[in-house]
């Protein structure tokens, strides 16, 4: 059983689950605001262990005790419940909501693709430059990236529209037909450079030619665009 | 040469400042206040990183920044700024070049105190208590819970309890008193953290690079930031760690990925210790100076490269308020 950890519109992860499921891998989606409705939460800490015990409203269970692989889809925690809560308080619950998850996802003790960083709770969000850096060393091709004061500090956020996404599931590259074999490598060095067991590579060619270059990444890729290839990759890394 | 990055008349800023004079060692301070007339423009080519940084006419090539100490306040919040409109080209101005200064940090060669990516462990308290226990470092038991039953269960397992927030967000640590017990039923609205509370005493540790500057800190309150505040008393003394202590306070230091940090231990009467958080950025100016440990001078001589003296016991003081 693999369990799958999704906002109820995240049509990737719903795809991913109904494909898993007719490769025969037994999969339970649940959705954030489930996940937020719990109605029991335990999550114990000390120099021996860290273990975590929900209970769900309609009676799942999660427990580090019978822990499942999970795909962790979450980008940020449920705040259905918490909009209740008014004024400052509000964002207080909301941080303390967001420490909580990084520190249960992360003692999640079976394979959770990917675990949550301090940056994101599906992986670490990266700024477009981070990742430039993080592919050079990986030894691909990437984009330069230039910023100066003038620059709009939210726009700086948009990476360049992609052309292809390669994919990195564990050990595993899927490549998409456009790109060259010789770039698996650096895919894999980079995923592994950035800790993400799932990373979704964007490449765009340059400007005026046929080269390929890295113009950004995400631990939180458009599933679907891995096509069938991808499946297999990820019922492997599911399974481990 | 350095870059002192933040507001020229904060205490750590200025005290890390006052120590590059004495070392005699180049550096300029960024001072946000003065934004207006700062500009800077980088490029990150092939994995190299060049560009340059004007400070009101006064040009930096950036490659020739060894060292960066980043205490930047919130930009938006600068007084300068308070009474423009969002839209205004002074407030784009600045957030522009703090972005850019910002980004440019994160990639740069140059020793920088801290980077941003490793100090997002503090933002979650039991999350960065894993990475603590990973180092051979014992957290305090800790609760997480919706369930009164559960709190109830965790004090007949270990007594005396302690509460605080789960986040970097500062609250006050309070003991979980019996009064506390006929409301506890309110915490099914947000998960809580409850902790064994560990008596004995109270230690932070400044590490800069392989240095450290333990001081242990003696309270009249449960804690001690806020002693002053219930009428309390706080006394500070310079102290030195067993050897083992003090390389297992580097070591996760090191592997926080951080260059400068304050750790809160607690030595019990057994002589355990345990550790509850490591701060990112710790307002050492306290510390230093209501005990004299030369901390301001080993970050300055770790921006700069050189050598950290083993510090030395100094003098014990009855703290003055922060």
Redesign the interface.
């Known amino acids: 059983m693999a369990l799958i950890l999704c906002e109820i519109s995240d049509a990737a992860a719903l795809w991913a689950a109904a494909r898993l499921q007719e490769r025969g891998v037994a999969v339970d989606l649940i959705f954030a605001p489930t996940l937020g409705a719990a109605t029991r939460w335990e999550h114990r800490v000390d120099i021996r262990s860290a273990t975590v015990d929900v209970t769900l409203p309609d009676g799942r269970r999660l427990s580090s005790r019978h822990a499942e692989p999970i795909l962790n889809r979450l980008s940020f925690v449920p705040v259905e419940r918490l909009r209740m809560i008014g004024g400052g308080d509000f964002g207080y619950a909301v941080q303390e909501y967001f420490a909580f998850y990084l520190s249960w996802l992360h003692a999640w003790p079976a394979t959770v693709l990917n675990r949550p960083t301090p940056q994101g709770l599906s992986g670490n969000y990266r700024h477009p430059s981070a990742w430039a850096s993080l592919g050079a060393q990986a030894g691909l091709p990437v984009r330069a990236w230039v910023q100066d004061d003038a620059d709009p500090p939210d726009t700086a956020w948009l990476t360049s529209a992609a052309e292809v996404t390669a994919f990195v599931v564990a050990d595993a590259v899927v490549l998409p037909p456009a790109l060259p074999e010789a770039f698996t490598d650096g895919c894999r060095a980079l995923a592994a450079l950035a800790g993400n067991a799932i990373l979704g590579i964007d490449f765009a060619r340059v400007a005026d030619g046929d080269e390929w270059q890295v113009v950004g990444a995400s631990p939180m890729p458009n599933l679907m665009l891995g096509g069938d290839r991808l499946l297999g990759p990820l019922a492997a890394a599911l399974s481990a | 040469m350095i870059l002192l990055c933040g507001i020229r008349t904060e205490p750590p800023l200025a005290m890390v400042a006052t120590a590059l004079e004495a070392l005699g060692v180049d550096f300029r301070v960024v001072h946000q206040r003065d934004v207006a007339s700062?500009?800077?423009?980088?490029?990150?080519?092939?994995?190299l990183v060049s560009g340059s940084l004007d400070l009101d006419g006064d040009t930096i090539d950036l490659a020739t920044v060894d060292g960066v100490y980043l205490r930047l306040m919130d930009d938006t919040l600068l007084p300068e700024l308070a009474d423009l409109s969002a839209d205004d080209p002074a407030r784009?101005?600045a957030?522009?070049?703090?972005?850019?200064l910002f980004?440019?940090s994160?990639?740069s060669p140059a020793r920088v105190v801290n980077h941003a990516?490793p100090q997002?462990?503090n933002?979650?308290?039991?999350?960065q208590?894993?990475l603590i226990?990973a180092h051979g470092f014992?957290?305090?038991?800790?609760?997480?819970?919706?369930?009164p039953a559960?709190v109830l269960v965790f004090r007949a397992e270990h007594g005396r309890l302690i509460y605080k927030?789960?986040?970097?967000?500062r609250s006050v640590v309070k003991v979980l008193e019996d009064a506390d017990i006929e409301r506890l039923d309110r915490i099914g609205?947000?998960?809580v953290q409850f902790q064994k509370a560990i008596d004995g005493a109270n230690i932070r540790v400044h590490v800069v690079g392989d240095a450290v500057f333990p001081t242990e800190i003696h309270s009249t309150h449960i804690d001690y930031r806020y002693a002053k505040r219930h009428g309390g008393e706080t006394t500070l003394a310079a102290i030195t760690l067993p050897p083992e202590i003090a390389a297992r306070c580097v070591a996760l230091t090191q592997s926080l990925g951080l260059a400068f940090a304050g750790i809160d231990l607690i030595r019990t009467e057994s002589g355990d210790y345990y550790c509850f958080e490591v701060n990112p950025q710790p307002a050492f100016s306290y510390f230093e100076a209501n005990t004299g440990q030369p901390i301001a001078d080993g970050v300055a001589r770790y921006l700069a490269g050189l050598p950290i003296p083993t510090a030395k016991r100094t003098r014990s003081r009855r703290a003055k308020p922060r």
């Not at chain 2, 700062?38 to 994995?47: M, N, S």
């Not at chain 2, 957030?95 to 850019?100: D, L």
């Not at chain 2, 927030?165 to 967000?169: A, F, L, T, V």
Request: aromatic content about 10%; overall charge positive.
């Open positions: 700062h500009k800077i423009r980088w490029r990150l080519d092939a994995g784009t101005h957030r522009g070049f703090h972005e850019a980004r440019w994160e990639l990516e997002g462990s933002g979650s308290k039991p999350y208590a894993q226990a014992a957290p305090p038991p800790t609760l997480i819970t919706t369930d559960a927030s789960i986040s970097g967000i609205w947000c998960p």
